[in-house]
Every structure is written in structure tokens, then in C-alpha cells.
């Protein structure tokens, strides 16, 4: 078993066409299929199912592919590692969050990122709930992930770095505009801006709003955080958002929760964080202070 073949195996699931794949990597389908053929008797065993349209992997195949995308990934991390330290640190790193991370937490940070590896590209995968997300760092899908702490044990590296705070967003002209801070049960009687339920601050929302002893009744659901801030500055409900998704534009009012509600935010990965991903890491640590002593956590 070698490289050549674990990345035509992957490739080959990818594209799901052995036609698409050989182009992709630029060799002869021929070959392509052959170093596919000596991996299958390698491991004893059909990989790939052919199909009349194409190829999907067989049982076998969707065991190793975990494995293989993790090594043709680590085949990636240390070409750009050399790279990186031939060529004053070039390349490019693949980092995966949820959706509201990459519009609220990661711009700044990867501003301050650019200003300090110019030559290091950032590439974002982004997913609208912490599974998927859990799941594509698992396959081998990028880098290093940016998100909630993951709610299954992890075995590869994890660090703490930052944290986010959830707000209420109400209309400039709600009765409750002018206060600073607000108990979510204040507002059990609303109708409220939600999330779709497959989207992960759906969960969040529910729990604190659980904990402040109702269940939120929805007007209006969407599937981005700073819809669910414009939509509630709108006059249309109450929104729970966290607080790096508000533009300083926004015309509404921002109350914080009472008490304070945050969520740790984690960089992990399925291997050993290179020392592109630990220098990222690094910058998203540097860009917020503690959170509140009264904070209440969420592990949502």
C-alpha cells in the first residue's frame, strides 16, 4: 500500500467517476484503475463498487477512507511544511467551522492572520451544525476545525482558545431597547426569530431559553445568525445570536443575557496540528480577553 494509491482510492470517491478522477490527478484512467486494482488485492478485497454511472465505495472502502484521507492530508501538511520553510512560510490552510463562526469569529482573526502570513492563504469549510462538522475533521476534510467544543470524546489534539457571548436582538423601538441586559424569561411570552432545526444554535437557543423556564414559540426560522439579527431588529421577535455576528451597523438594540451566557471555542484535528494550524491557533487566542465571571457556560 502505498501513497500514489491511497490517493487515487480517495480521489476516486470524491469524484465518483474513475474518468473524472485520472483528469483531476492528471494521469491515464489505465493507470488510475491500476493502482486502484493493486490496492483492492492488497487489502484482500473490492474497495469501490462500479456502477453503471460511476464508482461509490464498498463497506470496505468506507472503513479506509477515513484512514486514507488522513494520509494523503498528512502528504499535503508536509509538502506545504517544506514549503512553508523553503519559501518563508507559503501555502495555504484549510480551516473548517460552522456557519455563524465564519461570519462572526473568524473575520478579524483571519485579518490579523493575513497581516502576518501574507503568503499563507486560508481555504474555509463551513457547516451549519458542530456534528457535521465534528465528522468532516474526522474524515480528513481539512486542517484544523474552529468551533464549539465537540461534544464527543476527542482523541486527537484540542485547545481552547476563545470564547463567544450570546445576546438577545431586539427593535429599536421595543420596550425593553433601552436596558443593557435582559432575563430570557422576560420575553417567554414573544414570538421569537429561530433557527431551522438542523441548524446547530437551533439547540442553543432552546436551552437557554429551558433553562429560563419556557419553550421560545417561533414567528419567523432561518438558517444564518445574521438573518436571525436582522430579522429581529426588524421588529419581528425576539433573536439570541452570539455577539460577534452583530454588525456595528445594525439598527436594533443588543442586550446582553442576564445572567451571561458564553460558549468555549476549541481548534482541534484528527492529527498533530502543524505549525501552520498552531499559529492560527495562536492568532484566534489573541483577539479576546476572559469571558465574565458570572458567565454561565453552554456546551451546546
Known sequence: MNLRQLECFVTAVDEGSFTRAARRLGIAQPS????IRALEEEVGGRLLARLPRGVTPTAAGRALLPEARACVRALDRAHQAVRATLAA??????????????????????????????????????????????????????????????????????????WEEFVVVLSSGDPLAGRESVDASELADREWVLYQPSHGL??????????????????????????????????????IVPDNVVSPGLDGAVL?????????????????????AAAFADVLAAQRGRPPRDARPIHL
Open 32 to 35: 488510475l484503475s491500476g493502482h
Open 89 to 162: 512560510e507559503e501555502g495555504e490552510l484549510e480551516v473548517a467551522t460552522v456557519l455563524s463562526m465564519s461570519v462572526g469569529l473568524l473575520p478579524p482573526a483571519i485579518t490579523a492572520w493575513q497581516d502576518r502570513y501574507p503568503r499563507v492563504a486560508i481555504r474555509l469549510h463551513e457547516f451549519v451544525h458542530r456534528r457535521l462538522l465534528e465528522d468532516a475533521v474526522e474524515q480528513g476534510i481539512a486542517d484544523v476545525a474552529v468551533g464549539p467544543v465537540p461534544l464527543r470524546e476527542w482523541n486527537g489534539p484540542l485547545r481552547i482558545v476563545t
Open 202 to 239: 437551533d439547540g442553543v437557543v432552546e436551552e437557554i431559553c429551558r433553562r429560563a423556564g419556557f419553550s421560545p414559540r417561533g414567528r419567523v426560522r432561518t438558517s444564518q445568525a445574521e438573518a436571525a439579527a436582522r430579522l429581529a431588529a426588524a421588529g419581528l421577535g425576539p433573536a
Open 256 to 276: 446582553r443575557l442576564e445572567p451571561p451566557t458564553t460558549r468555549e471555542v476549541a481548534v482541534y484535528s484528527r492529527a498533530e496540528l502543524s505549525r501552520t
